[in-house]
T-cell receptor, first 116, second 115 residues
Framework: ETGVTQTPRHLVMGMTNKKSLKCEQH?????MYWYKQSAKKPLELMFVYNFKEQTENNSVPSRFSPECPNSSHLFLHLHTLQPEDSALYLC???????????????FGAGSRLTVL | QKEVEQDPGPLSVPEGAIVSLNCTYSNSAFQYFMWYRQYSRKGPELLMYTYSSGNKEDGRFTAQVDKSSKYISLFIRDSQPSDSATYLC???????????????FGQGTRLTINP
């Protein structure tokens, strides 16, 4: 597999469920990201990990819990979500977000989440 | 005021037309300007990026940055139905050699090229 792979592609869950989204990158990158994409809104940065360390938490509610066990894998654990959390969740990776150069992101295809 | 403004469209043009997509921004510290293309049911993919002001051309695509006006554009010549997608602008500031760059995205413009 190449690029950034996200599973599952589609997820329907109730407000009391616990589920997880998984992301894997095969690009040798050191930074990984979670973004939320909602209709008619810009991409919202949720979390950033550089070399497995969380470097950004963009005031995301605690019902979203990220986990980065290594530079190639990223998880987003979901629990007691709200219907307004329904969106496309995109994982991305980049070489790293430092070094004063363009931070070019490679995105996965996304996980479409519906909260009932 | 949003940091990055982009008209969400939708924009519909006939095949072969020249398409102009635009974004304005408010943060004068932005120095990297990117265009991503997102097909339906796919993630965004980088189309091209420029550093600071000026033009950059790649085949039928030209990216233009006017920092004095805080305005960037993407032109598509000889547009094709396969260009139908959502186009997102994104930009970031240089934070220094140890600083982390955060990309700020526009809302995206949905473009349809009609055969």
């Amino acid at each position: 597999e190449t690029g950034v792979t996200q599973t599952p592609r589609h997820l329907v869950m109730g407000m009391t469920n616990k589920k997880s989204l998984k992301c894997e990158q095969h690009l040798g990158h050191n930074a990984m990201y979670w973004y939320k994409q909602s209709a008619k809104k810009p991409l919202e940065l949720m979390f950033v990990y550089n070399f497995k360390e969380q470097t950004e938490n963009n005031s995301v509610p605690s019902r979203f819990s990220p986990e980065c066990p290594n530079s190639s894998h990223l998880f987003l654990h979901l629990h007691t979500l709200q219907p307004e959390d329904s969106a496309l969740y995109l994982c991305a990776s980049s070489q790293d977000s430092y070094r004063g150069r363009a931070n070019v992101l490679t995105f996965g295809a996304g996980s479409r989440l519906t909260v009932l | 005021q949003k940091e990055v403004e982009q008209d969400p469209g939708p924009l519909s043009v006939p095949e072969g037309a020249i398409v102009s997509l635009n974004c304005t921004y408010s943060n004068s510290a932005f120095q990297y300007f990117m265009w991503y293309r997102q097909y339906s049911r796919k993630g965004p993919e980088l189309l091209m990026y420029t550093y600071s002001s000026g033009n950059k051309e790649d085949g039928r695509f030209t990216a233009q940055v006017d920092k004095s006006s805080k305005y960037i554009s993407l032109f598509i010549r000889d547009s094709q139905p396969s260009d139908s997608a959502t186009y997102l602008c994104a930009m970031s500031a240089y934070e220094g050699i140890q600083g982390a760059q955060k990309l700020v995205f526009g809302q995206g413009t949905r473009l349809t090229i009609n055969p």
